[in-house]
C-alpha cells in the first residue's frame, strides 16, 4: 500500500506567517490527493481536492501544489481561526490512506 | 446543503460486533456522482478511512479491516451503515461517514462529513 508521510508532525507560526506543509506519497499518486482542516473538537472538512483545486468558500490564502509524489499545502498569511491539525489524503487507489497529520499552532 | 448523520450505541462489549448506520437528507445516495464512505478516529489519533460503498452496492475496504467489515446500503431509506465484528479496545473511536466523490470510477474525496459517533469498547 501507499503510505502518505506528512511533516512537520507540528508546527507554531506567529499570525501572518506564510506556512507550508508537506505530504509525500511512497509512490506516485498523479494528482489525487486532497487536504483537510480539522479544528480542536470538529469535524474534518476538505480544503483542497485534486491537488490544488480550491474547495468553494475556503479561504484564498490557502493553495495546494504538487504533483507525483510531492505535495504542500500553504496558508499565505496565518490567521489565529487557522490552528488545527492538517491532513493530506491519496485517492488514486483504495485504500485511501491519511497522512499522520499535522498539527498548527500559533505563536 | 447534503447532510449526513450517524446513529447507533455508543458503547460496545469486546468481540461484538459495532453497527452504525448514516442517514442522508437533502441528497440522495442513489446517486451516480458520490460514494459513502466510513471513517474512524480513536482519541487524540490520526484518520482512518474503513470502507465505501456505492449506492449500486459495490464496495471498497481498508485491507487492515476487510476481513472485520461489512458496509451495506439500503437506498429506500437513504442510509448506509457499517457493521465491524470482533471488536476490542482499539477500535474505540469517533466514526464519521460521509460522501465520498466518485473519481474515474473510484472513491475520491471526502465532503461532507457526518457530526461523528464515539463508540467506546468496553465491558
Known amino acids: 500500500d501507499i503510505q502518505m508521510t506528512q511533516s512537520p508532525s507540528s508546527l507554531s507560526a506567529s499570525v501572518g506567517d506564510r506556512v507550508t506543509i508537506t505530504c509525500r506519497a511512497s509512490?506516485?499518486?498523479?494528482?489525487?490527493l486532497a487536504w483537510y482542516q480539522q479544528k480542536p473538537g470538529k469535524v474534518p472538512k476538505l480544503l483542497i481536492y485534486a491537488a490544488s483545486t480550491l474547495k468553494s468558500g475556503v479561504p484564498s490564502r490557502f493553495s495546494g501544489s504538487g504533483s507525483g509524489t510531492d505535495f504542500t499545502l500553504t496558508i499565505s498569511s496565518l490567521q489565529p481561526e487557522d490552528v488545527a491539525t492538517y491532513y493530506c489524503q491519496k485517492y488514486n487507489s483504495a485504500p485511501a490512506t491519511f497522512g499522520q497529520g499535522t498539527r498548527l499552532e500559533i505563536k | 446543503q447534503l447532510q449526513l448523520q450517524e446513529s447507533g450505541p455508543g458503547l460496545v462489549k469486546p468481540s461484538e460486533t459495532l453497527s452504525l448506520t448514516c442517514t442522508v437528507s437533502?441528497?440522495?445516495?442513489?446517486?451516480?456522482?458520490?460514494?459513502w464512505g466510513w471513517i474512524r478516529q480513536p482519541p487524540g489519533k490520526g484518520l482512518e478511512w474503513i470502507g465505501s460503498?456505492?449506492?449500486?452496492?459495490?464496495?471498497y475496504y481498508n485491507p487492515s479491516l476487510k476481513s472485520r467489515v461489512t458496509i451495506s446500503v439500503d437506498t429506500s431509506k437513504n442510509q448506509f451503515s457499517l457493521k465491524l465484528s470482533s471488536v476490542t479496545a482499539a477500535d474505540t473511536a469517533v466514526y464519521y461517514c460521509?460522501?465520498?466523490?466518485?473519481?474515474?470510477?473510484?472513491?475520491?474525496?471526502?465532503?461532507?462529513w457526518g457530526q461523528g459517533t464515539l463508540v467506546t469498547v468496553s465491558s
Open positions: 437533502r441528497g440522495s445516495i442513489s446517486s451516480s456522482t458520490y460514494y
Open positions: 460503498i456505492y449506492y449500486t452496492g459495490s464496495t
Open positions: 509512490q506516485g499518486i498523479s494528482n489525487y
Open positions: 460521509a460522501r465520498q466523490s466518485r473519481i474515474d470510477g473510484a472513491p475520491g474525496w471526502f465532503d461532507p
